[in-house]
């Protein structure tokens, strides 16, 4: 099918004019058993997804991906076109509006195939199955992803951006490198996908089996794939002696690999890795980050000067994020990520889960600079935060919402939709809305804005940022003070002045970007970690800060306990908007959860969270933890993507790689080490070591692509240092959570009065009775070293103090 598609262009067009002219009849054509079949009506109204129920009225007659959906492609021997997508991406908006809104396109689908709708928020299943399918074929991803299906559900061709029906162009995917002199157009290839259906069934029907082969090694990264009926031979869990230590091969050694590997692909220039469309890659950077804090025994294999210039190159990369336009410099947050490799154009969607990793790296990185109240790093925390607990991202109820699109209104009245144009500034405009012209020559200078914009010509090639200036720092306070001759101090007021007055003309004069207001389990699990750590780092400096971001942090735990978490049926579902959707959660949504909550309990000793992350992860062993028994070549650990039985699903996962967010075994090998310490489990930490040797045969091959993975290494083989606070709760949580995150640690609350509570009846072992603080090394759990207040003043330097107190 693929290679019928990407063929030269005197084939294309021989192929394309045996196509007869489907979309000049309206007729619906017979069912495969010559029985009428009745029009498809568009059926997306039914969703609560408001990327999906977006498109209630558009031309195609889009359907959900369920049972009713996929019957009918059985039934009438049809194609499903696949399209899954996000309400706050451009590109996506742009296919809706060039293209899915074609008559002749849109008539053409809605006779000859059965299309169907996903919101790639409320189905990762899905998007990562067909993802990988799709970068395997053309070598790039992206949203709005494409994908002919058979009724099986096995894919056909896909691709991602086309050029609109009739109009060629560069940002169309389809391969030329076969000799095509123009790339297809949307018409083009859902005609040749019809042609290739209708006259070459079988063959079509041959190649979709075998992509599924394919695409099954593919994603096999710590995995077989095991018989779908797998689940029913599983052994009983509580035969195993989780006592027992588990072998395998991997060591420190894999982290010294993957930092020199990390460090031959490092742009040194600007900071991040590729030479364009630069992701933030926040598994990656934080491994980076944190080298210099890792145990000794860490550093002394990965060489201690090694580990502080790998350091210093994530905090390099992070101040160009900072500095760069895929920051908001009026409104606070961070854009998806950058189409030019020096960060000065972003992709202007804005994602919670981006701003959310953002924070936590941000947080880290401030504290190994020392946790100066004056830093940068400190500022970019505390606006962050303001970002995402803000009215727009935060529900009333509770809560955090997924996104803000990138288009909007160009200005009020004005109905046409732009891309990025809430946060572009013509000069003239920008100079109107500060006023003050001493403060406007200051800021443009500042931000770089231009008279004739500032989008070089060769990243604009549709002229969508003509004139049009994007706001990005290019020049120092001290350096500009210089130049204008006036001082660093007089700068900053001054730009201070004007972003406040740009933030002001932005909010009155301009249409506010679409948010969708999904409610998402795992996502709210990233924010809740995020704002719990930074609520306990800012508490003395900033404490009405740090109780709003506390307050948000509980209370979106809070509502997604009560709304999303099925108590009685143990089951946790993924997201509410409107209403609690069908969809019953990932294993990503226990994952990022648990982590969520173990946080909240380390900052607020209450142990109802703890209790609460306990319960789930008991779940999300059961429903997605690998535990089929050995087999030929089977690696048995880990966590499979989706349960066993979820729908429409041609293909059971577990993702190790980390990519543009933690995978889902990385963060959960942390949860079951944190969880098996504080809790004195030794199930957990069983189950944490066989996830991580579960990818040891891939992680040995390429440790670089698995950051969040490596990092289980060292408590596997080092154990970790464990906090347990006797009445001393301040003081710990204070110099706890001062220390910057790098091996596992953890911080326990005794309370030696409440014998009948739930932690001490889920542990009794611990019988810790005078005040203080006290560690303990996991290689030893039963030794306690009591930290001497008096003679290591807690006032000294908290953060050095605290780091040294931890390792």
Same mark, same amino acid.
């Given at each position: 099918?693929?290679?019928?598609?990407?063929?030269?262009?005197?084939?294309?067009?021989?192929?394309?004019?045996? +196509?007869?002219?489907?979309?000049? &009849?309206?007729?619906?054509?017979?069912?495969?058993?010559?029985?009428?079949?009745?029009?498809?009506?568009?059926?997306?109204?039914?969703?609560?997804?408001?990327?999906?129920?977006?498109?209630?009225?558009?031309?195609?007659?889009?359907?959900?991906?369920?049972?009713?959906?996929? &019957?009918?492609?059985?039934?009438?021997?049809?194609?499903?076109?696949?399209?899954?997508?996000?309400?706050?991406?451009?590109?996506?908006?742009?296919?809706?509006?060039?293209?899915?809104?074609?008559?002749?396109?849109?008539?053409?689908?809605?006779?000859?195939?059965?299309?169907?709708?996903?919101?790639?928020?409320?189905?990762?299943?899905?998007?990562?199955?067909?993802?990988?399918?799709?970068?395997?074929?053309?070598?790039?991803?992206?949203?709005?992803?494409?994908?002919?299906?058979?009724?099986?559900?096995?894919? +056909?061709?896909?691709?991602?951006?086309?050029?609109?029906?009739?109009?060629? &162009?560069?940002?169309?995917?389809?391969?030329?490198?076969?000799?095509?002199?123009?790339?297809?157009?949307?018409?083009?290839?859902?005609?040749?996908?019809? *042609?290739?259906?209708? !006259?070459?069934?079988?063959?079509?029907?041959?190649?979709?089996?075998?992509?599924?082969?394919?695409?099954?090694? +593919?994603? *096999?990264?710590?995995?077989?794939?095991?018989?779908?009926?797998?689940?029913?031979?599983?052994?009983?869990?509580?035969?195993?002696?989780?006592?027992?230590?588990?072998?395998?091969?991997?060591?420190?050694?894999?982290?010294?690999?993957?930092?020199?590997?990390?460090?031959?692909?490092?742009? %040194?220039?600007?900071?991040?890795?590729?030479?364009?469309?630069?992701? @933030?890659?926040?598994?990656?950077?934080?491994?980076?980050?944190?080298?210099?804090?890792?145990?000794?025994?860490?550093?002394?294999?990965?060489?201690?000067?090694? $580990?502080?210039?790998?350091?210093?190159?994530?905090?390099?990369?992070?101040?160009?994020?900072?500095?760069?336009?895929?920051?908001?410099?009026?409104?606070?947050?961070?854009?998806?990520?950058?189409?030019?490799? !020096?960060? *000065?154009?972003?992709?202007?969607?804005?994602?919670?889960?981006?701003?959310?990793?953002?924070?936590?790296?941000?947080?880290?990185?401030?504290?190994?600079?020392?946790?100066?109240?004056?830093?940068?790093?400190?500022?970019?925390?505390?606006?962050?935060?303001? %970002?995402?607990?803000?009215?727009? /991202?935060?529900?009333?109820?509770?809560?955090?919402?997924?996104?803000?699109?990138?288009?909007? $209104?160009?200005?009020?009245?004005?109905?046409? /939709?732009?891309?990025?144009?809430? %946060?572009?500034?013509?000069?003239?405009?920008?100079?109107?809305?500060?006023?003050?012209?001493?403060?406007?020559?200051?800021?443009?200078? %500042?931000? !770089?804005?231009?008279?004739?914009?500032?989008?070089?010509? /060769?990243?604009?090639?549709?002229?969508?940022?003509?004139?049009?200036?994007?706001?990005?720092?290019?020049?120092?306070?001290?350096?500009?003070?210089?130049?204008?001759?006036?001082?660093?101090?007089?700068?900053?007021?001054?730009?201070?002045?004007?972003?406040?007055?740009?933030?002001?003309?932005?909010?009155?004069?301009?249409?506010?970007?679409?948010?969708?207001?999904?409610?998402?389990?795992?996502?709210?699990?990233?924010?809740?970690?995020?704002?719990?750590?930074?609520?306990?780092?800012?508490?003395?400096?900033?404490?009405?800060?740090?109780?709003?971001?506390?307050?948000?942090?509980?209370?979106?735990?809070?509502?997604?306990?009560?709304?999303?978490?099925?108590?009685?049926?143990?089951?946790?579902?993924?997201?509410? $908007?409107?209403?609690?959707?069908?969809?019953?959660?990932?294993?990503?949504?226990?994952?990022?959860?648990?982590?969520?909550?173990?946080?909240?309990?380390?900052?607020?000793?209450?142990?109802?969270?703890?209790?609460?992350? !306990?319960?789930?992860?008991?779940?999300?062993?059961?429903?997605?933890?690998?535990?089929?028994?050995? /087999?030929?070549?089977?690696? $048995?650990?880990?966590?499979?993507? *989706?349960?066993?039985?979820?729908?429409?699903?041609?293909?059971?996962?577990?993702?190790?790689?980390?990519?543009?967010?933690?995978?889902?075994?990385?963060?959960?090998?942390?949860?079951?080490?944190?969880?098996?310490?504080?809790?004195?489990?030794?199930?957990?930490?069983?189950?944490?070591?066989?996830?991580?040797?579960?990818?040891?045969?891939?992680?040995?091959?390429?440790?670089? @692509?698995?950051?969040?993975?490596?990092?289980?290494?060292?408590?596997?083989?080092?154990?970790?240092?464990?906090?347990?606070?006797?009445?001393?709760?301040?003081?710990?949580?204070?110099?706890?959570?001062?220390?910057?995150?790098?091996?596992?640690?953890?911080?326990?609350?005794?309370?030696?009065?409440?014998?009948?509570?739930?932690?001490?009846?889920?542990?009794?072992?611990?019988?810790?009775?005078?005040?203080?603080?006290?560690?303990?090394?996991?290689?030893?759990?039963?030794?306690?070293?009591?930290?001497?207040?008096?003679?290591?003043?807690?006032?000294?330097?908290?953060?050095?103090?605290?780091?040294?107190?931890?390792?």
């Amino acid at each position: 099918m693929s290679a019928q598609l990407q063929q030269p262009a005197d084939r294309a067009a021989s192929s394309t004019a045996a +196509v007869p002219d489907i979309a000049a &009849s309206h007729e619906p054509r017979g069912s495969s058993n010559g029985a009428p079949v009745t029009p498809l009506v568009n059926r997306v109204a039914q969703s609560k997804s408001p990327y999906v129920r977006a498109r209630a009225n558009s031309l195609v007659a889009w359907q959900l991906l369920d049972d009713e959906a996929v &019957s009918r492609a059985g039934t009438e021997n049809k194609l499903i076109f696949l399209s899954i997508g996000f309400l706050a991406s451009h590109h996506c908006h742009l296919a809706h509006f060039e293209s899915f809104s074609d008559p002749t396109l849109a008539t053409l689908l809605n006779k000859e195939f059965i299309p169907v709708l996903v919101d790639r928020e409320e189905h990762p299943n899905y998007d990562y199955i067909y993802m990988k399918y799709n970068e395997s074929l053309n070598s790039v991803g992206g949203w709005p992803l494409n994908v002919f299906l058979t009724p099986d559900l096995e894919p +056909v061709f896909s691709g991602t951006y086309w050029a609109p029906p009739g109009v060629t &162009s560069s940002a169309s995917n389809v391969d030329e490198a076969d000799g095509a002199d123009k790339p297809l157009d949307w018409l083009t290839v859902v005609k040749k996908v019809h *042609s290739s259906w209708k !006259d070459e069934e079988s063959r079509v029907r041959e190649e979709a089996q075998q992509n599924c082969i394919e695409l099954a090694q +593919v994603i *096999s990264e710590g995995m077989v794939d095991h018989p779908s009926d797998a689940h029913g031979a599983q052994h009983d869990m509580s035969a195993v002696d989780y006592a027992q230590d588990l072998d395998g091969e991997l060591d420190l050694e894999q982290i010294e690999e993957a930092f020199a590997r990390i460090t031959r692909t490092f742009d %040194y220039p600007f900071g991040g890795f590729g030479q364009q469309d630069k992701f @933030l890659t926040p598994s990656k950077l934080s491994l980076m980050l944190r080298a210099t804090h890792f145990p000794p025994e860490v550093q002394d294999v990965a060489g201690p000067n090694d $580990c502080t210039f790998i350091s210093d190159s994530a905090l390099h990369t992070l101040r160009h994020i900072i500095h760069g336009a895929i920051h908001d410099h009026i409104g606070g947050g961070f854009h998806r990520h950058s189409v030019t490799r !020096d960060w *000065s154009l972003p992709s202007f969607e804005k994602m919670l889960i981006d701003n959310a990793l953002l924070l936590g790296l941000f947080l880290d990185a401030w504290l190994l600079s020392g946790g100066h109240s004056h830093e940068e790093l400190a500022q970019t925390v505390k606006e962050v935060a303001d %970002y995402i607990t803000s009215e727009t /991202m935060m529900s009333g109820q509770g809560g955090f919402f997924t996104s803000e699109a990138a288009d909007s $209104c160009s200005k009020r009245g004005d109905p046409a /939709m732009r891309n990025g144009a809430f %946060y572009l500034w013509t000069r003239k405009e920008f100079d109107t809305a500060v006023g003050d012209e001493n403060e406007a020559e200051v800021a443009a200078a %500042y931000w !770089d804005v231009q008279a004739d914009g500032n989008v070089d010509p /060769m990243h604009d090639p549709l002229d969508e940022f003509l004139n049009q200036n994007v706001l990005r720092i290019a020049k120092t306070h001290a350096g500009l003070g210089k130049q204008l001759g006036i001082s660093a101090a007089d700068v900053r007021q001054r730009i201070a002045s004007a972003r406040e007055k740009l933030r002001i003309y932005r909010e009155k004069e301009r249409v506010r970007p679409v948010v969708d207001t999904k409610i998402v389990a795992a996502y709210n699990g990233m924010a809740i970690v995020a704002l719990s750590r930074a609520s306990a780092v800012l508490y003395d400096q900033d404490p009405e800060r740090a109780a709003k971001y506390l307050a948000a942090a509980k209370n979106a735990a809070q509502f997604i306990k009560t709304q999303l978490w099925d108590s009685n049926q143990r089951v946790l579902y993924r997201a509410h $908007c409107d209403g609690r959707l069908a969809t019953t959660g990932f294993a990503e949504d226990y994952a990022y959860l648990i982590e969520g909550l173990i946080e909240l309990y380390e900052v607020t000793a209450d142990e109802s969270w703890l209790q609460w992350a !306990d319960e789930l992860q008991s779940v999300q062993i059961a429903r997605f933890y690998d535990d089929t028994p050995a /087999m030929a070549n089977a690696k $048995c650990g880990g966590f499979y993507s *989706s349960t066993h039985d979820a729908p429409h699903t041609i293909l059971r996962v577990k993702e190790g790689i980390d990519g543009s967010q933690p995978s889902v075994n990385s963060v959960s090998v942390s949860n079951l080490f944190r969880l098996g310490a504080l809790l004195n489990d030794q199930k957990y930490n069983y189950l944490a070591k066989a996830s991580v040797n579960a990818f040891s045969a891939e992680i040995l091959e390429h440790p670089n @692509l698995f950051p969040g993975l490596l990092c289980g290494i060292i408590p596997w083989r080092l154990g970790g240092r464990h906090w347990v606070s006797v009445g001393e709760d301040d003081t710990a949580k204070s110099l706890f959570h001062k220390a910057p995150r790098a091996a596992l640690s953890t911080l326990r609350y005794h309370d030696r009065q409440n014998t009948d509570s739930w932690l001490r009846r889920r542990d009794p072992s611990l019988r810790l009775e005078e005040t203080g603080i006290y560690t303990q090394a996991n290689s030893s759990p039963s030794v306690f070293r009591k930290i001497n207040a008096d003679d290591t003043p807690w006032t000294q330097n908290p953060i050095a103090r605290a780091t040294e107190l931890i390792w």
